[in-house]
């Protein structure tokens, strides 16, 4: 079913089949951050999670696509997005982005988390932490708008700006494919967006920055670095509107310091509803 912008709702059967491919998803990154330290590559990272996503009998969504190489992004310090994981060694003290998807029966799944290596910087995890609470609480504007675009104006609302916010790259629907209309942008703007309705799913995905929020691409075509080489921080959570409120396709955890998780993981949870390449304009 199709609307605005040919928006594909889904019926809540649709949704459940979607959560398979979160699980998978969730799965890959909970591996990665169990055996995220200094001393591995970004390789290293990559092949944990390629042997989850196979072992599990689902196929990455990122390689391949647009002729991407890798089955994660994994962008390390100023790199803020869609970095190719590589011979690149993470050191002590390193913030490190990880972004997954995964493709179950068609259906797609993504996800991203940022961790700080010990000795950590606290002014890492303060960007860490507050790119999470970014996500969050565009989350919980979801669950009661009315149009999408009330999600950025809540994380623009939560940065309040201590940070820089990326523009360029945004959330996005998915589904059938991994990105599909409508984008969910990380700030306020005049258009309200499309109506939020039953059926909708996206993923809600900030990217803030410790200084300047300009940003370039790097040679290799894909790599998106921060240009004062500040470090800069992702988090990316699915999640899906449904009759009785918000369903998370990836059952969640709370990243931070290596090893550290804050929120639970586990399955699925139902909230009561108060109420380019990896396209230029998308995250992961």
């Known amino acids: 079913m199709f609307g605005r912008e040919r928006i ?19 799965e890959a990154l909970a591996a990665v951050r169990a055996a995220v330290r ?33 089955t994660l992004c994994v962008s390390v310090n100023a790199e803020v997005v869609h970095g190719i994981p590589g011979s690149r060694v993470i050191e002590p003290g390193d913030l490190v982005s990880v972004d997954c998807g995964a493709i179950v029966d068609g259906w797609h799944g993504d996800a991203a988390f940022s ?25 919980a504007a979801l ?3 009315s149009r999408l675009g009330e999600v ?42 499309p109506k939020v309705r039953p ?21 290799d075509g894909w790599t998106v670095v921060t240009t004062s080489s500040r470090r800069a921080a992702h988090a990316e959570h699915t999640v899906a509107v449904l009759p009785g409120g918000l369903w998370e396709i990836r059952p969640r955890r709370r990243s931070g310091r290596a090893g550290r998780a804050g929120r639970p993981g586990g399955r699925a949870v139902l ?14």
Not at 12 to 18: E, I, L, N, Y
Not at 45 to 57: C, E, M, P, Y
Not at 117 to 126: E, H, K
Not at 271 to 284: C, E
Request: hydrophobic share 40%; charged share 20%.
């Open 115 to 139: 961790v700080v290596m010990d000795p950590v910087s606290d002014s890492d995890v303060r960007l860490v932490a507050a790119t999470e609470d970014a996500m969050w609480a565009g989350i």
């Open 152 to 193: 950025g104006a809540a994380v623009e609302g939560s940065v309040a700006g201590r940070y820089g916010i990326v523009e360029g790259y945004v959330g996005h629907g998915i589904g059938t494919a991994m990105h599909q209309p409508p984008e969910v942008l990380n700030y306020r703007t005049r258009d309200r967006g």
């Open 143 to 145: 669950a009661s708008a």
């Open 271 to 284: 909230t009561p509803r108060r109420r380019s390449r990896i396209s230029r304009r998308t995250g992961a």
């Open 8 to 26: 594909e709702y889904k019926t809540p059967d649709q949704v459940r089949r979607m959560r398979a491919a979160g699980i998978v998803v969730a």
């Open 38 to 70: 200094p001393g591995l590559t970004t390789t290293d990272l990559d092949d944990i999670a390629a042997a989850v996503i196979l072992g599990a009998g689902a196929t990455p969504s990122f390689k391949g696509y647009h002729g991407f190489p890798a």
């Open 199 to 219: 059926g909708l799913c996206v993923a809600v995905e900030p990217m803030l920055t410790d200084g300047s929020a300009d940003t370039m691409v790097l040679d």
